[in-house]
């Protein structure tokens, strides 16, 4: 019974990334033509986030575990552990002030209707192609230029095996931050794992810790902040997951 239920509520997923897909992509894909409006169309990306999130039955509480304020005028690199689909809405609702563009997979691109939207305000990497991956810090700087922050999961994607804590992470978030001066917000997210896992007969509504790990500046050694990063989030994740 307890799958069934589960295999419902995938469904209701599907339901509702179609409907929230139409009512703000659509804004979202037509203000995209014009780079200067995209703080406008990233208004209805934050809707689009909040509706999946929220309409999902998940909550988050936001514990801080450090002092420093995010600045709404710097652009940063924001990071975090990746377990679930879910985890991609919570940076949006988290940065109001810091429209956000996402490093994502190229494969994506096929989702009907979402994939035409992503592809024009996402940066797309091919991990298959040195040459694409190369490729991201250009493009990423781009967008910086325009004022956006960049959000990139360092794992790279969700391990296959679940018992793994936090897979190691790739260069590339940490040499975007080096090669443009930008900042590292650093963010643990827990409970997604478990509540909205890539398994569909598993899962349950329920309220997401997210902690506010730190503000890492730049640095011109990009080994030693990806270090940093990595230990501070699965020191996080020893110490407060379920």
Request: aromatic content about 14%; glycine content about 6%; charged content about 25%.
């Amino acid at each position: 019974m307890v799958k069934i239920l589960n295999y419902i509520w995938r469904l209701w997923l599907l339901i509702l990334a179609f409907v929230l897909t139409i009512v703000f992509g659509i804004p979202v894909y037509i203000l995209s033509f014009n780079k200067k409006h995209y703080k406008y169309a990233y208004k209805f990306i934050r809707f689009w986030c909040y509706g999946m999130f929220y309409g999902m039955g998940l909550r988050y509480e936001l514990i801080n575990l450090t002092d420093k304020k995010v600045d709404k005028n710097r652009q940063y690199v924001v990071i975090s552990n990746h377990t679930s689909i879910m985890d991609i809405m919570l940076p949006c609702i988290l940065f109001p002030n810091h429209p956000l563009c996402y490093v994502g997979k190229k494969e994506l691109v096929k989702i009907p209707i979402f994939g035409t939207i992503y592809k024009r305000i996402c940066v797309m990497v091919d991990r298959g192609s040195a040459r694409s991956r190369a490729d991201v810090y250009r493009r990423c700087a781009e967008k910086m230029e325009e004022g956006n922050s960049i959000v990139i999961f360092p794992e790279g994607g969700v391990p296959d095996d679940t018992s793994v804590v936090l897979d190691e992470f790739k260069d590339g978030a940490f040499t975007l931050s080096s090669k443009h001066q930008s900042p590292i917000a650093v963010y643990t997210f827990i409970g997604l794992k478990e509540m909205f896992p890539f398994d569909n007969s598993k899962g349950y509504p329920g309220k997401v810790k997210v902690y506010f790990n730190d503000i890492i500046e730049p640095s011109e050694f990009p080994k030693d902040l990806r270090m940093s990063a990595f230990e501070t989030i699965k020191n996080t994740l020893t110490k407060h997951s379920f």
